[in-house]
């Protein structure tokens, strides 16, 4: 399955559209950063399937700040990133992936884009959708047993 990973897109719902069509992904994930933009997304393409958390710029105090996902015998843990402070550093995001089990922790908040693979743990963050220098998007590409994830630019 692949899966595209977005994350702070401030307004930018064109670039995001913009990497689902380069893409093509199966599944949509919106790590935060406003929420309103996610539902526009949806709206465009209403054929696929959107899982979405809020971030410390939206205001959704009903929403479940991280999700689990178990998708292709990979759990995963997707969260905006602000409440594990990861911009002083991604170790407690980290930390609350290999506790719940995950094989791909997804986040986001910092604008700095992030692909790395730890010890059995995939370490993703999308980087900015809205950044105005260089808008960034991350994909997932899972498989039984196996998990492959890259960044790129919009």
């Not at 380069?22 to 465009?44: F, I, K, N, V, Y």
């Not at 997804?106 to 808008?135: K, R």
Request: aromatic share 6%.
């Amino acid at each position: 399955m692949k899966i595209l990973v977005l994350s702070d897109s401030h307004g930018s719902v064109d670039n995001m559209a913009r990497a689902v069509e380069l893409t093509s992904p199966q599944l949509l994930l919106h790590l935060g950063d406003c929420w309103r933009d996610a539902e526009a997304l949806r709206d465009l393409f209403p054929h696929l399937e959107l899982i979405q958390v809020p971030g410390n710029c939206d205001l959704r105090p009903g929403e479940p700040l991280e999700r689990q996902l178990d998708i292709q015998g990979k759990r995963i843990l997707m969260c905006h990133g602000h409440t594990y402070h990861v911009k002083m550093g991604p170790g407690a995001a980290i930390r609350a992936a290999r506790e719940a089990g995950a094989g791909l922790l997804c986040f986001g908040h910092t604008h700095e884009a992030l692909c790395e693979f730890q010890n059995g743990l995939w370490i993703v963050n999308p980087g900015a959708a809205g950044s105005l220098v260089q808008p960034t998007y991350a994909v997932a590409v899972l498989e039984e047993g196996g998990a492959v994830c890259y960044l790129s630019h919009i």
